[in-house]
C-alpha cells in the first residue's frame, strides 16, 4: 500500500548511489545475492534467539535490495537480474516466519503457518497476474520501474519488512503480529484477484 508512496523518497538517493558504483564494477546481480546472504543470516539469527541481529540484519537485505535496483537502472536491467530479485526475496519473506516458529514452536508455530499461508495467497495472486499481464502487454510503472507488472495490494513489500523488523524488536508480540497481518495479507490477495479478474476482462481474452 506504501510502496509506490516512498519510491519518489527512496529512488533519488538509491539511484545516485548507483550511479557511483556501477563505476567500481559492483553488478545488481551480485548485491541481490549479497542481499540475500544477509537475508538468510537474519533467519538464522532469529531462529537462534539472536533477534537483535535479525532486525540490523533485515535492514541490510532490505537496503540490499533497492541498490540492485538502482544498479540495474544504472547498468542494463536483464532478466536474470529481475529473476533472481523476485525469487531472492520471496525465499527471505518464507524464511523469516519460519525463523521465529524454529525460535519459539510452542508459541510460534501456528501463527507462523498463518502467516506463510497468507503469504502463499498473496503471492500466488501477485505473480500469477504478472504471468498475465505479460502475455496481454500490460505495463505499469505505479511501483516504479520493475521486471515485471506490479499489481498494488493492502500487504506489500513495505508493510512486510515494518511487521518483519517489529517482530525482531518485540518477538513476544509475534503471534499477535502474525494472525493480525496474516488477515491483512488475505484481504490483500483477495483485493488482487478482484482487480486482476477485471483488467484481465478488459483485454477481452
Same mark, same amino acid.
Given at each position: 500500500?506504501?510502496?509506490?508512496?516512498?519510491?519518489?523518497?527512496?529512488?533519488?538517493?538509491?539511484? &545516485?548511489?548507483?550511479?557511483?558504483?556501477?563505476?567500481? /564494477?559492483?553488478t545488481a546481480n551480485s548485491v541481490t545475492l549479497a542481499g540475500f546472504a544477509a537475508g538468510m543470516g537474519a533467519?538464522?539469527?532469529?531462529?537462534? /534467539?539472536?533477534?537483535?541481529?535479525?532486525?540490523? *540484519?533485515?535492514?541490510?537485505?532490505?537496503? =540490499?535490495? %533497492?541498490?540492485?535496483?538502482?544498479?540495474?537502472?544504472?547498468? #542494463?536491467?536483464?532478466? *536474470?537480474?529481475?529473476?533472481?530479485?523476485?525469487?531472492l526475496d520471496f525465499f527471505f519473506y518464507s524464511a523469516i516466519p519460519l525463523a521465529f516458529a524454529i525460535q519459539?514452536?510452542? @508459541?510460534?508455530?501456528?501463527?507462523?503457518?498463518?502467516?506463510?499461508? @497468507?503469504?502463499?495467497?498473496?503471492?500466488?495472486?501477485?505473480?500469477?497476474? =504478472?504471468?498475465?499481464?505479460?502475455?496481454?502487454?500490460?505495463?505499469?510503472?505505479?511501483? /516504479? @520501474?520493475? @521486471?515485471?507488472?506490479?499489481?498494488?495490494?493492502?500487504?506489500? /513489500?513495505?508493510?512486510?519488512?515494518?511487521?518483519? *523488523?517489529?517482530?525482531?524488536?518485540?518477538?513476544?508480540?509475534?503471534?499477535? *503480529?502474525?494472525? %493480525?497481518?496474516? #488477515?491483512?495479507?488475505?484481504?490483500? #490477495?483477495? #483485493? &488482487?484477484?478482484?482487480? %486482476?479478474?477485471? =483488467?484481465?476482462?478488459?483485454?477481452? &481474452?
Amino acid at each position: 500500500m506504501f510502496d509506490a508512496h516512498l519510491r519518489p523518497l527512496i529512488d533519488p538517493p538509491l539511484n &545516485r548511489l548507483g550511479l557511483i558504483l556501477a563505476g567500481t /564494477g559492483l553488478t545488481a546481480n551480485s548485491v541481490t545475492l549479497a542481499g540475500f546472504a544477509a537475508g538468510m543470516g537474519a533467519a538464522i539469527a532469529i531462529a537462534t /534467539g539472536h533477534t537483535l541481529i535479525g532486525l540490523f *540484519l533485515i535492514a541490510v537485505n532490505r537496503f =540490499a535490495d %533497492g541498490l540492485d535496483g538502482a544498479l540495474a537502472r544504472a547498468t #542494463a536491467k536483464t532478466d *536474470l537480474g529481475g529473476y533472481l530479485d523476485i525469487t531472492l526475496d520471496f525465499f527471505f519473506y518464507s524464511a523469516i516466519p519460519l525463523a521465529f516458529a524454529i525460535q519459539d514452536p510452542a @508459541s510460534n508455530a501456528l501463527p507462523a503457518v498463518a502467516l506463510l499461508a @497468507s503469504f502463499y495467497a498473496n503471492g500466488s495472486a501477485f505473480l500469477a497476474f =504478472a504471468v498475465m499481464a505479460e502475455k496481454n502487454k500490460l505495463t505499469t510503472d505505479a511501483q /516504479g @520501474s520493475k @521486471s515485471l507488472y506490479y499489481i498494488g495490494g493492502l500487504a506489500e /513489500g513495505t508493510e512486510t519488512i515494518a511487521l518483519f *523488523l517489529l517482530m525482531a524488536l518485540v518477538p513476544a508480540w509475534f503471534p499477535a *503480529l502474525a494472525y %493480525g497481518f496474516a #488477515a491483512i495479507c488475505v484481504v490483500s #490477495a483477495g #483485493a &488482487r484477484v478482484l482487480i %486482476g479478474v477485471k =483488467a484481465l476482462r478488459q483485454t477481452g &481474452r
